[in-house]
Each structure stands twice: as structure tokens, then as C-alpha cells.
T-cell receptor, first 116, second 113 residues
Framework: DAGVIQSPRHEVTEMGQEVTLRCKPISGHNSLFWYRQTMMRGLELLIYFNNNVPIDDSGMPEDRFSAKMPNASFSTLKIQPSEPRDSAVYFC??????????????FGEGSRLTVL | SQKIEQNSEALNIQEGKTATLTCNYT??????LQWYRQDPGRGPVFLLLIRENEKEKRKERLKVTFDTTLKQSLFHITASQPADSATYLCALDKGGGSYIPTFGRGTSLIVHP
């Protein structure tokens, strides 16, 4: 398997623009997570999907952030409008089942977002 | 409030020695604790999971302990090598039936040849 695939790897945009980050989880995994990593705050959970349904979005900063999972093989995280404080590395991770044998998360390589 | 604490200072050790990293937590009752490795510019990679009813777990040169009374996990790398240099993150679930991993900020390990 190719692992979790994220795109784009790098995105530079100007304040106020819309940003869409994409994720393809590992085939067969039914849990998907979006995390954000910054030096100041570390790795923070934004939202968690199970079987394509958002279960916990308490980490989504505000209404500017939205996430969708239209099917088992694709998810998007959208920021509209973007602000400089959104600059971070955004990671997507998938798992075969939270609470299952390992609970192991498989991470993508991340999307580094810079908002000018 | 809930906290996961890892030493923010980098750990510098000599090749061949044992590296020991610490993860402390407060106001959590986790069902499990995980350790991940993260290299610069890469996503975290899972290393080990230890459950609340387990005291110790080993995998090759890695050993993890879990003390739910002290609310602490220790992560050991024996016979360390320069290739072990990376940031190591601990993660634990919120407990209470929520198995979603919450991460510490990680500790950087530097192994000198």
C-alpha cells in the first residue's frame, strides 16, 4: 500500500484566500484524523472521522475551518478565509479502528501551509 | 486541566548508551499509551503501544514502561545509534471510552557518534 497520501505538500497563499488540503487514507482503514502541528502547540487534533462520519470536531479552531469525507478514500480540510496564524503543517492520519488491537495511526507526510 | 508533558530540552547522548525519554500526564485515565518517532519534514511513525494493564513492553532495542500510579511512561532505546536521532512523541487516549490519541509535544533525541 502507498500509505496515507496528502496533497499539496507545500502551499503558500495570501491572507484571505481559500485553502483546500486533501487526503487519501490507507485502503480499508475506517478512521481518519486531521492534526495540525506548530512549534508552539505541537500536534493538535482538529477532527476525527469514523466510517466517513465526523465524530469529534471539537478541535476545529473556528468556522473558517471545515472538513469533509465524502467517501472512504478521500477527505478534505478547507480553510476559508485563511489567516497568517493558520500557518502550520497539517497532517492526515488513518487507522484500522480506534480502540482496536493497536490503535496505531498511520500518518501522511503532511501539508506545510504558509499564509502571508 | 489535562496535560501531557515531555521534556522540551533535547537529549544528547553518546552512541552505544541507553536513551531514556519521559512522558508524564495529568488528569487523564488512558486505556493505552503510544510512542511515535518523527523525523524532520516527515509524519510521525508508530513505534510501540502499551496498555493500562501492562507494565512493560519491548520491541528489539526499544522498551516502554507504563506506571498508571505515577502517571508516567518511560521510553528506552538501548545501544543507541546516530540513526536513532529524531523527535519522539508520546500519545495517549482521553480515556472514558474515547480512544482518540492526544499527543505530547515530543522530545528531540540526538545521538552523537
Amino acid at each position: 500500500d502507498a500509505g496515507v497520501i496528502q496533497s499539496p505538500r507545500h502551499e503558500v497563499t495570501e491572507m484571505g484566500q481559500e485553502v483546500t488540503l486533501r487526503c487519501k487514507p490507507i485502503s480499508g482503514h475506517n478512521s481518519l484524523f486531521w492534526y495540525r502541528q506548530t512549534m508552539m502547540r505541537g500536534l493538535e487534533l482538529l477532527i476525527y472521522f469514523n466510517n466517513n462520519v465526523p465524530i469529534d470536531d471539537s478541535g476545529m479552531p473556528e468556522d473558517r475551518f471545515s472538513a469533509k469525507m465524502p467517501n472512504a478514500s478521500f477527505s478534505t480540510l478547507k480553510i476559508q478565509p485563511s489567516e497568517p496564524r493558520d500557518s502550520a503543517v497539517y497532517f492526515c492520519a488513518s487507522s484500522s479502528g480506534v480502540g482496536q488491537e493497536t490503535g496505531e495511526l498511520f500518518f501522511g507526510e503532511g501539508s506545510r501551509l504558509t499564509v502571508l | 486541566s489535562q496535560k501531557i508533558e515531555q521534556n522540551s530540552e533535547a537529549l544528547n547522548i553518546q552512541e552505544g548508551k541507553t536513551a531514556t525519554l519521559t512522558c508524564n500526564y495529568t488528569n487523564y485515565s488512558p486505556a493505552y499509551l503510544q510512542w511515535y518517532r518523527q523525523d524532520p519534514g516527515r509524519g510521525p511513525v508508530f513505534l510501540l503501544l502499551i496498555r493500562e494493564n501492562e507494565k512493560e513492553k519491548r520491541k528489539e532495542r526499544l522498551k516502554v514502561t507504563f506506571d498508571t500510579t505515577l502517571k508516567q511512561s518511560l521510553f528506552h532505546i538501548t545501544a543507541s545509534q546516530p540513526a536513532d536521532s529524531a523527535t519522539y512523541l508520546c500519545a495517549l487516549d482521553k480515556g472514558g471510552g474515547s480512544y482518540i490519541p492526544t499527543f505530547g509535544r515530543g522530545t528531540s533525541l540526538i545521538v552523537h557518534p
